[in-house]
């Protein structure tokens, strides 16, 4: 039994230092993409701790041997391997949304927050991912403090040629 809690206590070990030290273990050794999928140290970790702890309760639980234990041990550690192969696969794939970029801005409404004179520049307040963003803005026209605008075009990634909206 004690050779099936020290199994358990060194899987819960050994998950620990794969989380903190990711992958530098392996950069350590050189053994870079070696360990990756079926031999990472998290699937590692989780065989080693479930067949331990499985272990010691088949033991401490029942009147099945040492043979039993492990075998069982081996069955339910395969299935949390498997388990933790699949969910850190699901991770590592996530997939996150386009980043926005200033071209996304073109036909976008906003709001003058700051006066634009026909000659310069003011400010304006449009939403780009659905949050605010305010941005330099010019017009070939003077516009006032909270007139509705369109967003003509994308100079740089801080500034827009606007117009204002006719109704």
């Known amino acids: ?12 070990a050994l998950l620990a230092l794969s989380l903190v030290f990711g992958n530098v273990l392996e950069g350590l050794f050189g053994l870079d993409g070696l360990l990756d999928g079926w031999l990472s140290l998290p699937v590692v970790a989780g065989f080693v701790s479930m067949l331990g702890f499985t272990g010691v309760i088949v033991l401490g639980t029942s009147g099945l041997g040492v043979g039993a234990a492990t075998a069982i041990g081996i069955v339910t550690g395969a299935a949390a391997g498997w388990l933790t192969w699949k969910l850190s ?3 590592m ?15 976008t409404p906003g709001s003058v927050i700051t006066a634009i004179p026909a000659d310069g520049y003011g400010e304006v307040l449009v939403r780009m991912a659905g949050q605010p963003v305010k941005l330099a803005a010019k017009s070939k026209v003077p516009v006032t403090r909270g007139t509705e605008i369109w967003v003509e075009a994308a ?13």
Do not use: C, H, K, Y
């Open 1 to 12: 039994m004690t050779t099936f809690l020290g199994l358990g206590l060194a899987g819960i």
């Open 89 to 91: 696969r699901a991770l």
């Open 155 to 167: 100079l740089s990634s801080t500034s827009v040629a606007v117009r204002p909206v006719e109704r």
């Open 93 to 107: 794939r996530g997939q996150t949304a386009a980043t926005p970029r200033g071209d996304d801005l073109v036909g």
